[in-house]
């Protein structure tokens, strides 16, 4: 048997005793009480009111959520119905472009440019403008339409008349646009600041008008992109002088079409804008010479002739406008679109034809005439 010691108090072990859970609540973030749930008549008030405050303000939380749950579920609703709106008028804005198209009415490079440049809004505002009773007359039209109107127009007037006849005259009228063709700044686009001082020139001669020559051309550019910090904006691509929603969409011009006024009673020239261009087709061309007519007659000016290089697209323009140089039915005159009684000439830029015929005559070496006589470079 072991020996039982009585050991000294300091040498003794000591059992230590644990103390009693503290008394805990129910966290009401902790518990997930039913809507439907009522305490039983046996629950005390005064044993538990821990209890009915926490059921209190968990009801407040779950009809916040309640509310915040059917606001979102609205929400989604109308975005949904926008989302499925704007489809739609897409759906609709591809279908005019391509009925244009087969109508002969747009290019197939005219077609590609407004349907990248362009979405659903613009062709909204035109339905939007379409439910209103004809009666009631547009006197503001939002930026999106202008936009859209701007840019078939100038790819094509036929086109724009259509559509315009096709949606009841709900596009605003040629010579709206007319007065939308302005820049302030150097941009591109016919410079308002030109022809404010052409028209107080013209008031200023006495007989209120001015004889001018018009000349236009191309200058070649290099095709490079730049950021613009005063307008916050990349240049570079093709600009017409209106503004697009989608400019990125564009290719990068490599040409400036600049349109040039000179006097033939005075000495001075003024250019009257320009266009920042990756190639423009004859009926292009002709929309825009059409409308710097219209805005310089407006002004006081009478243009009676226009000076331009022999290219083919120059060559397609002329006979757009009513002129031709074909040599069976020669016409070097057409009407004046805003004044059918003055005829404006068309003159071939001496100057190029001497250099596509000595181009001619160094790719060809020998040209033979009507007669059979032959054209050397060695007889000039």
């Avoid at 000495?267 to 920042?276: A, D, E, N, Q, R």
């Avoid at 805005?295 to 022999?310: C, E, M, N, P, Q």
Wanted: overall charge positive.
């Amino acid at each position: 048997m072991p020996t039982l010691l009585k050991l000294p108090h300091h040498l003794q072990r000591r059992n230590h005793h644990r103390k009693p859970p503290a008394v805990r609540q129910i966290s009401s973030a902790a518990s997930v009480v039913d809507e439907q749930f009522e305490p039983t008549p046996s629950t005390s008030a005064t044993e538990h009111p821990y209890f009915l405050a926490s059921l209190r303000k968990l009801k407040r939380r779950l009809d916040d959520a309640t509310d915040a749950l059917e606001q979102s579920k609205k929400r989604l609703k109308i975005a949904q119905q926008k989302t499925r709106r704007l489809a739609k008028k897409l759906n609709t804005m591809c279908d005019v472009i391509q009925d244009l198209k087969e109508k002969d009415m747009l290019s197939q490079e005219a077609a590609e440019s407004i349907s990248s440049s362009f979405s659903g809004p613009a062709l909204e505002l035109v339905m939007r403008c379409l439910r209103k009773s004809s009666g009631q007359p547009v006197k503001s039209y939002p930026s999106e339409l202008r936009e859209f109107a701007l840019t078939l127009q100038f790819h094509s007037s036929r086109a724009y008349d259509y559509v315009r006849k096709i949606f009841g005259n709900c596009l605003p009228h040629p010579q709206t646009l007319a007065s939308w063709y302005k820049c302030v700044g150097g941009n591109a686009g016919f410079h308002d600041e030109v022809f404010s001082a052409l028209r107080m020139k013209a008031e200023a001669s006495g007989q209120g008008k001015l004889l001018c020559s018009f000349m236009m051309d191309e200058v070649a550019i290099r095709k490079q992109l730049d950021f613009d910090p005063a307008g916050d904006k990349f240049i570079g691509h093709v600009d017409m002088g209106t503004a697009v929603e989608d400019r990125a969409a564009l290719p990068l011009a490599n040409e400036a079409l600049v349109f040039m006024v000179v006097s033939l009673t005075e000495s001075w020239k003024v250019p009257v804008g320009y266009f920042l261009i990756a190639g423009l087709q004859g009926d292009e061309r002709a929309n825009l010479v059409r409308l710097c007519l219209d805005k310089l007659y407006a002004v006081g000016v009478h243009v009676v002739s226009i000076t331009f290089d022999g290219c083919s697209a120059n060559m397609n323009m002329a006979k757009v406008l009513g002129a031709s140089f074909d040599m069976k039915s020669l016409n070097s005159t057409f009407c004046h679109p805003s004044n059918p009684n003055l005829d404006v000439a068309v003159f071939l830029d001496a100057c190029h034809m001497l250099k596509l015929t000595r181009n001619t005559l160094a790719e060809k070496s020998v040209l033979i005439d009507a007669d059979g006589n032959k054209i050397k470079w060695e007889y000039f």
